[in-house]
Antibody, heavy 119, light 109 residues
Framework: QVQLVESGGGVVQPGRSLRLSCAASGFTFTTFAMHWVRQAPGKGLEWVAVISGDGRDKYYTDSVKGRFTISRDNSKNTLYLQMNNLRAEDTAVYYC????????????WGQGALVTVSS | EIVLTQSPGTLSLSPGERVTLSCRASQSVSSTFLAWYQQKPGQAPRLLIHGASTRATGIPDRFSGSGSGTDFTLTISRLEPEDFAVYYCQQYGNSPMYSFGQGTKLELK
C-alpha cells in the first residue's frame, strides 16, 4: 500500500533554513508527480509546490517562490522541500502528497511534519 | 487565480441525516479537475472525490459529487458517526495552480 512519511520538521528562527523529506513506498515513485501542501494552525489547506516524476518540472505558489526548492531523488524514493529565509507565516504542518495523475488532485497524503518559525 | 468558496462554514447535524455541501468557483472550472477531501482532527486529508463525481478507491457510496462550471456539490446520503469532519473542495488550473476552498465543518448536533 502507498506510504508517505515526512521528516525534518521542527522549530526554527526567522530567516533560517530547514529541509523536509518524504520517504515514499508502495508505488512506482518515478511515475508520479509529487506535491507539498501546508496547513497553518487552525487554518485551511494551501498548495506549496509540485515536481514532475523525472524532476525536470517544478512549480511553486507565489508566496514561496525564490525561498523554497522542491526536489526528488528517484533512486531513494524520496521527496524534499528545502525552505530558506523562513518567515513566521510559513509556520504550518507540511504534507507531502502523491499526484492523482490526470485529475489535478492529491491522491495520497503523508501524516505531515510541523514546522514552527519563531524567535 | 480561481477562488473557491464553500458554504456553509459549519453544519450541525445528526447521524442518519442527508447533507449537501456547496463549492462555488469564481470562474468556470473543468469538472475533470475538481476534487473533494475529508479531514479529521489531527489527521491528513483524504481524497474522497475526483473529476467532480468519481469516488476515490475505498470511499463508501454514501458519498457522491456533482456539478459543473462554477457550482459543485458533495452529498452524503446518510451521515455515519465517522463522517463528522471538515470537508474541502479543490481545483487545478493552468500555470499550474492548485487552490482549495476554506472548508465546511460538519459537527455533531
Amino acid at each position: 500500500q502507498v506510504q508517505l512519511v515526512e521528516s525534518g520538521g521542527g522549530v526554527v528562527q526567522p530567516g533560517r533554513s530547514l529541509r523536509l523529506s518524504c520517504a515514499a513506498s508502495g508505488f512506482t515513485f518515478t511515475t508520479f508527480a509529487m506535491h507539498w501542501v501546508r496547513q497553518a494552525p487552525g487554518k485551511g489547506l494551501e498548495w506549496v509546490a509540485v515536481i514532475s516524476g523525472d524532476g525536470r518540472d517544478k512549480y511553486y505558489t507565489d508566496s514561496v517562490k525564490g525561498r523554497f526548492t522542491i526536489s526528488r531523488d528517484n533512486s531513494k524514493n524520496t521527496l524534499y522541500l528545502q525552505m530558506n529565509n523562513l518567515r513566521a507565516e510559513d509556520t504550518a504542518v507540511y504534507y507531502c502528497a502523491k499526484d492523482g495523475s490526470g485529475y489535478g488532485s492529491f491522491e495520497f497524503w503523508g501524516q505531515g511534519a510541523l514546522v514552527t518559525v519563531s524567535s | 487565480e480561481i477562488v473557491l468558496t464553500q458554504s456553509p462554514g459549519t453544519l450541525s447535524l445528526s447521524p442518519g441525516e442527508r447533507v449537501t455541501l456547496s463549492c462555488r468557483a469564481s470562474q468556470s472550472v473543468s469538472s475533470t479537475f475538481l476534487a473533494w477531501y475529508q479531514q479529521k482532527p489531527g489527521q491528513a486529508p483524504r481524497l474522497l472525490i475526483h473529476g467532480a463525481s468519481t469516488r476515490a478507491t475505498g470511499i463508501p457510496d454514501r458519498f457522491s459529487g456533482s456539478g459543473s462550471g462554477t457550482d459543485f456539490t458533495l452529498t452524503i446520503s446518510r451521515l455515519e458517526p465517522e463522517d463528522f469532519a471538515v470537508y474541502y473542495c479543490q481545483q487545478y488550473g493552468n500555470s499550474p495552480m492548485y487552490s482549495f476552498g476554506q472548508g465546511t465543518k460538519l459537527e455533531l448536533k
